[in-house]
C-alpha cells in the first residue's frame, strides 16, 4: 500500500530523528562506560603506585626494591591499609604461589599472571573470578634473587551496574523520546500538508461552473500563501478565459443564426413556390448564396483565427514589411476603387524585416486595410512603415469616423462592432480585428488603436526587428 505523503513525511522525520537520538545515546552510553572503566583502571594504578612508592622510598633504580622492602608487602596491616570497598591486593611468588592478600578478598584467590617477564615487569587484564568480575593490575617486583608479584583488583560489580542503570534510564530516555518524536513528526507533517490537503479539496469542489471561488489563505506569508494565491490567479485566468469562451460562443451563436435563419426561410421558399414564380426562385437563390458566402466567411475567420492562437506551429522566416503590404494593398485596390478613396503606402528603402509566416502577416495587413475600406466613406487609407532601434511598425490610417474613445479598448474582441446601429448594413464577421490582434501577438508583436487628429482610426502594430534588410520592389 502506498503511503500518503503526510505519513511519507512523518515517518522521514521520526526515522531521521530517531537515528539521531540513537546515535547520540550510543555515543553516551559508549563514552560513559569509558569513562567508568577508566575510573577504576585510575584506581587500581593510583593503588599500585602507593604500594610501590611505600616499599622502594629510597631506591633509585626503577622495577628494584631492596629486600627488607619487599617484606612490606605480605604485612597484613599494610595490606588492610592499602585495600578499598572494591580495591583488592593479593602478592604471589614468582610461580603463582600466594603468600599474602588483603583481608577484603576472604578466600578468592586471583589467578597468576603467566605472561609477566623481566621485560615486561606490568600487565593490565580483566578475568572473572567465581562470579566476580575483575580489572587487574600485575606488578613484578624483583631484588637480587628476591622476587614477588603484586596483584591489584578492582571489582567491576559495581561499574557494571552503575553503567547497566545508566543504560537503563537512557534507553527509557529514548523510548519516551522516540515517541515524543513520532508523535512531533506527524504533529508537522499534519501542519505541513494539512493546508495542501485542505486546497487540494478546495479544488475538487471547484467546477467550470464556480471559478468565481477562491481558495482560503492567501494571506499566509510563506509557501502555502503563494501557493495558494497563484491557485487564485489561475482560477480568476481561467474564469476570465471561460467567460471569453462563453461569450464567444454566445457571438458566433448569435452570428451563425441569422445567415443560418435566412438561409433556412427562402429554402422553404423555394420549396413553396420556387417552381410557380421565377422572381422569389431568383430572389431566394441569390439570398442564399449571399448568406452562405457569409456563413463561409465567418467560419474561415473562425479558423484564422485558431490557427494565429496556436503560434507555436507556425514556420517562420523574414519577411519583408513592405512587400506584404504592397500585396495587401493590390488586393484592395478594386474595393478602394468602387467607393473613390486612395490607397498609399509610405515606405522606407531597405524594407524592415520581420521573422514570421508571410501568409498570416499578409492576412494581418488585409484585415487592417479591409477595416479601413468598410468605415471611411471620403478620402482613403494610408500605410505606413518604419523601424526604430529593435522594432518595426505597420501603421495603417483612414480618414473615417474613427472609433469613439470608450470603443477603443473593445475594438479587438470577437464579433465587437463600434457601431451598433449599423452591425447589419457594414459587411463583415466581427472577427476581423480579432484576427489581427492574435497574428500580432503570435509574432512577438502587438497592436495599438488610436483616433488621429483629423478624427480617422489608426492601427500601429509592432514587431520584432531582425538585422537584415531587402530592396522593396516596385
Excluded: C
Excluded at 469613439?404 to 462592432?417: C, D, I, K
Amino acid at each position: 500500500m502506498r503511503l500518503s505523503l503526510r505519513w511519507r513525511i512523518a515517518a522521514a522525520y521520526a526515522i531521521l530523528l530517531v537515528a539521531a537520538l540513537a546515535a547520540t545515546s550510543g555515543v553516551i552510553v559508549w563514552r560513559f562506560q569509558a569513562i567508568l572503566f577508566d575510573e577504576a583502571r585510575s584506581r587500581v594504578d593510583e593503588t599500585m603506585n602507593e604500594i610501590v612508592s611505600a616499599v622502594q622510598p629510597v631506591n633509585p633504580f626503577p622495577g628494584s626494591v631492596v629486600d627488607e622492602s619487599l617484606l612490606q608487602i605480605i604485612n597484613s596491616n599494610n595490606l588492610a591499609a592499602w585495600q578499598g570497598p572494591t580495591t583488592f591486593i593479593q602478592v604471589d611468588t614468582t610461580r603463582g604461589y600466594p603468600i599474602a592478600r588483603s583481608p577484603n578478598l576472604g578466600s578468592i584467590s586471583i589467578p597468576p599472571n603467566t605472561s609477566l617477564t623481566s621485560k615486561h615487569p606490568r600487565a593490565f587484564r580483566q578475568i572473572t573470578v567465581g562470579t566476580t568480575p575483575f580489572l587487574i593490575e600485575d606488578r613484578l617486583l624483583r631484588s637480587g634473587s628476591f622476587s614477588v608479584v603484586v596483584h591489584v583488583a578492582e571489582s567491576l560489580n559495581e561499574l557494571n551496574r552503575t553503567f547497566a542503570q545508566t543504560s537503563r534510564t537512557i534507553l527509557l530516555i529514548l523510548a519516551v523520546a522516540t515517541i515524543l518524536v513520532v508523535a512531533l513528526s506527524i504533529l508537522l507533517a499534519s501542519q505541513a500538508i494539512g493546508p495542501i490537503t485542505r486546497l487540494s479539496r478546495a479544488m475538487h469542489e471547484i467546477g467550470s461552473e464556480r471559478l468565481d471561488r477562491r481558495l482560503p489563505g492567501a494571506q499566509r506569508h510563506d509557501e502555502i500563501g503563494e501557493l495558494t494565491r497563484s491557485f487564485n490567479d489561475l482560477l480568476a485566468r481561467l474564469q476570465e478565459a471561460f467567460a471569453r469562451e462563453r461569450q464567444f460562443i454566445s457571438d458566433a451563436s448569435h452570428e451563425l443564426k441569422t445567415p443560418l435563419t435566412s438561409i433556412n426561410a427562402n429554402a422553404q421558399m423555394l420549396l413553396r413556390w420556387g417552381d410557380r414564380d421565377d422572381t422569389i426562385r431568383r430572389e431566394s437563390l441569390e439570398t442564399i448564396r449571399h448568406e452562405s458566402a457569409a456563413l463561409a466567411e465567418m467560419v474561415n475567420g473562425m479558423l484564422m483565427l485558431a490557427k494565429a492562437d496556436r503560434g507555436d506551429a507556425i514556420p517562420k522566416e523574414p519577411v519583408s514589411l513592405s512587400l506584404v503590404a504592397q500585396e495587401a494593398l493590390r488586393n484592395a485596390a478594386p474595393r478602394a476603387a468602387e467607393k473613390h478613396l486612395y490607397l498609399e503606402l509610405d515606405a522606407p528603402s531597405p524594407s524592415p524585416l520581420v521573422e514570421g509566416d508571410p501568409h498570416l502577416l499578409r492576412q494581418l495587413v488585409s484585415n487592417l486595410v479591409d477595416n479601413a475600406l468598410k468605415f471611411t466613406e471620403e478620402g482613403g487609407v494610408t500605410i505606413r512603415i518604419g523601424e526604430s532601434l529593435h522594432d518595426a511598425w505597420i501603421n495603417v490610417i483612414d480618414t473615417g469616423p474613427g472609433v469613439p474613445e470608450g470603443e477603443l479598448a473593445h475594438v479587438f474582441e470577437r464579433f465587437y462592432r463600434a457601431d451598433k446601429a449599423r452591425s447589419r448594413e457594414v459587411p463583415g464577421t466581427g472577427l476581423g480585428l480579432a484576427i489581427v490582434r492574435s497574428i500580432a501577438r503570435v509574432h512577438g508583436g502587438d497592436i495599438v488603436a488610436q483616433r488621429t487628429p483629423l478624427g480617422g482610426a489608426s492601427f500601429l502594430v509592432r514587431f520584432p526587428k531582425i538585422e537584415q534588410t531587402l530592396t522593396p520592389s516596385s
